[in-house]
């Protein structure tokens, strides 16, 4: 018998440890776990000195930690922006009906940890401002740990806190345009505004050319940069002018430009991007901090929120909308998996540590008590979401009836 042709024998090979590992979702999270971890470890190491003074190193006009934080994690709002765009136009969002029990559980999942947030800190002007850290929920951390139970936990719960994700960081978005934005630049805004009025033309004209798109994207990063307004708000407003769907009568359409883009960066932000962003804001010093420390306003109004208001947020709401009949649990879901998904929505490692940063730019004890109130926060949450996860089962499928 004759061996099977070259490309076929090519296409039988088992794929590499590499390329497997970047092709789970829950990969993503495994890596940003490991980043932070390293940054602990480097902070409480002789390699502090070295690790804190390289973040402040100036490079063309900005720290690289302002590099991270402002550039790097533009990209990451872009993919962000990008999924959110994808899921409302045509994916688990596109219609009114499937928006509303993530919806409501995102609304709750962000107000609940607020309030608890601040009850603890409303008599702390200086603190107060932080309200909004523990109101975000980290979609790569809480898909990876969900990931990780494998079939244990039906594909709807995935679907379900995939919307609910990306309809909290629609919220957080919004929250950092609104809440925490510095004095703006006039001149700045209108250049930002006319970049993108040129985006939304091209758009409307049918130019499907990523190229150009990303170049004024640039600009758009710029004039954002310096309008006040948080420079990583530009990779949304990039996002939402991308085409995704583009009408060519007669012709075999190629892949949009919007899932192009998807694709192509997607990998960059999961195991570059973020990573880097968890090794450079995650380290924090312990020394001087006491356990009492995690009693303060600030980290434990963060964990607790996280925590507690999460799950009080998420599956009160989810409750509220099942019991009520706006909506219905997702298909073989239990009451029980539910609520381990409403603990795994307190992982708010990236988003809430970014939201810090812009909460407390200049007081670096209240960065410091922010990330250990993120990471006893998120931890907890994820320990007790994937136990409760692990030990709870499935509904059986509903038996179709004999024909």
């Known amino acids: 018998m004759s061996s099977p042709p070259a490309a076929e024998t090519r296409t039988q090979r088992p794929s590499s440890f590499l390329r497997r590992f970047m092709a789970n979702e829950a990969s993503g999270g495994l ?45 990451f709002f872009l993919l962000v922006g990008l999924e959110i765009k994808r899921e409302v136009v045509g994916g688990q969002l596109s219609t009114s009906q499937a928006r509303i029990l993530p919806g409501l559980a995102a609304l709750g999942g962000m107000a609940a940890p607020a309030l608890i947030y ?105 004039f954002v940069l310096l309008s006040g307004i ?4 530009a990779g949304v ?57 995690l009693l303060d306003p600030v980290p434990l109004g963060i964990a607790a929120g996280l925590f507690i208001g999460k799950q009080i947020g998420v599956f009160g709401l989810v409750t509220l909308a099942v019991k009520a009949r706006w909506a219905s649990l997702p298909e073989r879901a239990t009451w029980t998996q539910v609520y381990g998904v409403s603990l795994l929505c307190g992982i708010g490692f990236t988003m809430s540590l970014f939201i810090g940063l812009l909460a407390f730019p200049t007081n670096q004890l209240l960065q410091d008590e922010v990330k ?13 979401g994937a136990a409760v996860l692990r030990f709870s089962r499935s509904r059986m499928p509903i038996a179709a009836d004999p024909a």
């Open 372 to 384: 250990l109130g993120v990471l006893l926060g998120s931890v907890i949450s994820g320990i007790v």
């Open 237 to 293: 407003i990039l996002a939402l002018t991308i085409p995704l769907v583009v009408e060519m009568p007669g012709l075999q359409t190629e892949e949009p430009p919007l899932l192009k883009l998807e694709h192509a960066i997607q990998p960059w932000v999961a195991f570059a991007i973020v990573p880097i962003f968890g090794f450079a804001n995650a380290g924090v010093s312990f020394a001087g901090f006491s356990p009492a420390a």
């Open 31 to 75: 890596v940003l776990m490991a980043a932070a971890a390293l940054a602990l470890v480097v902070a409480n190491s002789p390699a502090a000195p070295a690790y804190f003074e390289a973040l402040h190193v100036y490079v063309g006009g900005l720290s690289i930690q302002h590099w991270i934080n402002d550039a790097l994690m533009a990209v």
């Open 118 to 222: 601040l009850a603890f800190n409303a008599a702390s002007p200086e603190s107060v401002g932080g309200w909004a850290i523990p109101a975000a929920t980290d979609i790569a951390f809480a898909l990876g740990v969900l990931s990780l139970l494998g079939k244990r936990v039906p594909v709807s719960l995935k679907v379900f806190l995939t919307a609910l994700a990306i309809i909290d960081d629609l919220g957080a978005v919004l929250i950092i345009a609104f809440f925490y934005t510095a004095d703006l630049n006039v001149e700045a805004l209108l250049g930002a505004g006319f970049v993108t009025a040129i985006l939304v033309a091209m758009n409307r004209i049918g130019i499907t050319s990523l190229r150009f798109y990303l170049v004024l994207g640039a600009a758009l990063w710029l």
């Open 230 to 233: 948080h420079a990583t708000l």
